[in-house]
């Protein structure tokens, strides 16, 4: 679909011209009709969260089906930088689980509290700077952080339009695994899960950090519909 097309589907008739004249401003279509389908559930978006991407939704039910094998329901979720609180919310809707939610940015954690009430369901989100105010051992940690490296080129509507502090981050965009990794020995259960997107170069790089940090039972990187690698698996 184009996002003419797209625009036609999901604005309503009255709104459609200034939609237009906003996706010639090059503003992504999602923002302009305001909302995205995630996991089959609707995550309302704007210029504070980073638009869910597909590779996500990947993360969720590759993770969904490792819960399901390597643990025992109910458990206890933590999602760090969750932004739209899409990660969240969906697992929310698929596993018996209490979840926390936290993201360093305020002006998201206000989108992700009004996703959860438009989904119907109970998330604790609130301030963290990754793992650092998070107390409590949790079954699953997630993440999807800022991964891009700062020298990286990125296409112009994404560094235009979407948060920067959702995009980059330092140390060859390694940085946010090597602060959750550091800390992660005093928030996980054992048995538990931790559970990344990755860029597609990091993989081995991150499991250098893994090794230093902490004992694991196993890893496993994962690719992408691409056939890029995209995920890493940590159980400990
Ligand atoms: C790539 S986005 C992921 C958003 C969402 N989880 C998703 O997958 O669509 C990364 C998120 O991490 C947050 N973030 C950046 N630095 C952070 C930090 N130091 N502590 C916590 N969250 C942070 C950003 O605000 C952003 O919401």
């Known amino acids: 679909m184009t996002d003419k097309e797209y625009l036609k589907k999901y604005l309503p008739k009255e709104k459609f011209d200034e939609g237009l004249k906003k996706l010639k ?25 980073l638009i869910p991407r597909f590779e996500t939704e990947y993360l969720v039910e590759k993770t969904i089906k490792y819960v399901k094998k390597y643990l025992k329901e109910p458990i206890k979720i933590i999602d760090l930088g969750t932004g739209s609180g899409a990660i969240s919310i969906s697992l929310k809707t698929k596993l018996n689980c209490e979840v926390d939610g936290i993201d360093i940015s305020l002006k998201a954690l206000n989108v992700a509290k009004e996703n959860a009430k438009l989904n119907n ?5 609130y301030q963290s700077d990754m793992l650092e105010n998070v107390k409590g051992k949790y079954d699953l940690i997630i993440s999807n952080p800022p991964y891009i490296s700062y020298d990286e080129k990125v296409e112009k509507i994404v560094k235009e339009n979407e948060p920067n502090i959702a995009l980059f981050a330092k140390n060859e965009g390694l940085e946010f695994y090597e602060k959750i990794l550091k800390r992660v020995n005093n928030n996980i259960k054992t048995p538990g899960i931790i559970a990344f997107e990755i860029g597609m170069n990091q993989g081995d790089k991150i499991k250098r950090i893994v090794k230093e940090y902490i004992k694991y039972t196993d890893i496993k990187i994962e690719k992408d519909l691409t056939n890029r690698d995209r995920y890493i698996f940590i159980f400990v």
């Open 121 to 125: 369901v109970e998330i604790n989100f």
């Open 25 to 49: 401003k090059n503003i992504p279509v999602q923002y302009i009709v305001g909302s995205v389908n995630f996991y089959g559930i609707n995550i309302k978006v704007d210029e504070n969260v």
